[in-house]
């Protein structure tokens, strides 16, 4: 579909349209990631995941989004919901979603292209079985965040938040008040040359709340130059962030982020540059919750009514380190 000159790869289709730009069905939950490195005729390549049915469409440019290949069976795990992408090196990403056939269990797939077209090769489950304490807690039930790669390293990082560690299968719980690192951690490479992780699960943070929500739309990763790895999150009421700066294993105490009239924040999104240097930015509105959602209200703000803003936080030094 073109639209004011530029192509969508996820539109929905029509025959006719399919044909003249090989774009699949898709559209939902959309998410985009650029190759950090060129490939063999000097450009980026640009990746686009989104929602076909139960599965997952994953797109792919080689020439700067003039055309696209679209896998619509990107996902390898069938009945899926909430994808994100990641992009590493020249020509190969990271797409993972939620499965909901085996209780919202996190799948990350690596792809490469294959004759132009993103084609899984590897299949990995980020919440571990082997950590019974978080699988157990997790598995069943959590909120997908986006997902990271250290370029360097090619360390793979999936944030989520979810029930709190337990020894014991989770069917549910009052609040997801812990947020989770997922890293997956090279461990050699097949014969095609790709990456082969191996996952393992951390602790970001557990509010001491059992009924706190740290998932509100979403928990989020980014990894700085140097391979420091940032978490934010929101609990409907403050936006936090954290700091890691040995590959995801132990963490900063959280630092609460927003100020002033940020009364209420939500949907935190990071950016990481050089070594200790983060943006953030996130929604926030001057009421004293997010009324949204609700049916009734009192003070200034009536339901759907308060107004909200965009908010940009900087730290050039979030290693403590001066960067």
Same mark, same amino acid.
């Given at each position: 579909m073109a639209v004011g000159g530029r192509r969508h790869p996820n539109a929905i289709s029509t025959g006719d349209l399919s044909q003249r730009t090989g774009f699949a069905p898709g559209g939902g939950d959309t998410d985009l990631a650029t190759a950090p490195a060129a490939n063999a005729a000097g450009v980026h390549n640009v990746y686009v995941a989104s929602l076909t049915g139960g599965d997952v469409t994953v797109?792919?440019?080689?020439?700067?989004?003039?055309?696209?290949?679209?896998?619509?069976?990107?996902?390898?795990?069938?009945?899926?919901?909430?994808e994100w992408i990641a992009a590493s090196g020249a020509g190969t990403s990271y797409t993972s979603y939620h499965n909901l056939a085996?209780?919202?269990?996190?799948?990350? +797939?690596?792809?490469?292209?294959?004759?132009?077209?993103?084609?899984?090769?590897?299949?990995?489950?980020?919440? +571990?079985?082997?950590?019974?304490? %978080?699988?157990?807690?997790?598995?069943?039930?959590?909120?997908?965040?986006? %997902?990271?790669?250290?370029?360097?390293?090619?360390? *793979?990082?999936?944030?989520?938040?979810?029930?709190?560690?337990?020894?014991?299968?989770?069917?549910?719980?009052?609040?997801?008040?812990? *947020?989770?690192?997922?890293?997956?951690?090279?461990?050699?490479?097949? *014969?095609?040359?790709?990456? *082969?992780?191996?996952?393992?699960?951390?602790?970001?943070?557990?509010?001491?709340?059992?009924?706190?929500?740290?998932?509100?739309?979403?928990?989020n990763v980014a990894v700085d130059a140097a391979g420091n790895v940032y978490a934010s999150w929101s609990d409907g009421k403050n936006v936090f962030a954290a700091v890691s700066t040995d590959h995801g294993r132990t963490w900063s105490p959280p630092m609460k982020v927003n100020t002033g009239s940020a009364a209420t924040p939500i949907y935190p999104w990071l950016a990481a540059g050089a070594c200790g240097k983060v943006d953030l930015v996130y929604y926030g509105t001057p009421a004293a919750q997010n009324y949204q959602a609700c049916t009734s209200t009192s003070g200034p703000y009536n339901c759907q009514n308060e107004p909200w803003h965009v908010f940009f936080a900087q730290n050039l030094a979030a290693t403590g380190n001066g960067g």
């Open positions: 797109s792919a440019s080689q020439n700067g989004g003039r055309t696209w290949t679209s896998n619509e069976l990107g996902a390898t795990v069938p009945a899926d919901d909430r085996t209780g919202l269990q996190i799948i990350v +797939n690596e792809g490469t292209l294959q004759n132009g077209v993103p084609t899984s090769v590897q299949t990995y489950p980020a919440i +571990n079985p082997a950590k019974t304490d %978080i699988y157990l807690g997790t598995a069943a039930d959590n909120e997908i965040g986006n %997902i990271a790669v250290n370029q360097k390293t090619g360390a *793979v990082f999936q944030i989520f938040a979810g029930c709190p560690p337990s020894p014991t299968a989770v069917v549910n719980c009052s609040g997801f008040n812990t *947020v989770y690192m997922a890293v997956g951690t090279p461990q050699g490479t097949t *014969v095609a040359g790709q990456p *082969v992780l191996s996952f393992r699960d951390h602790v970001v943070y557990k509010n001491p709340s059992s009924s706190a929500n740290l998932a509100n739309n979403f928990p």
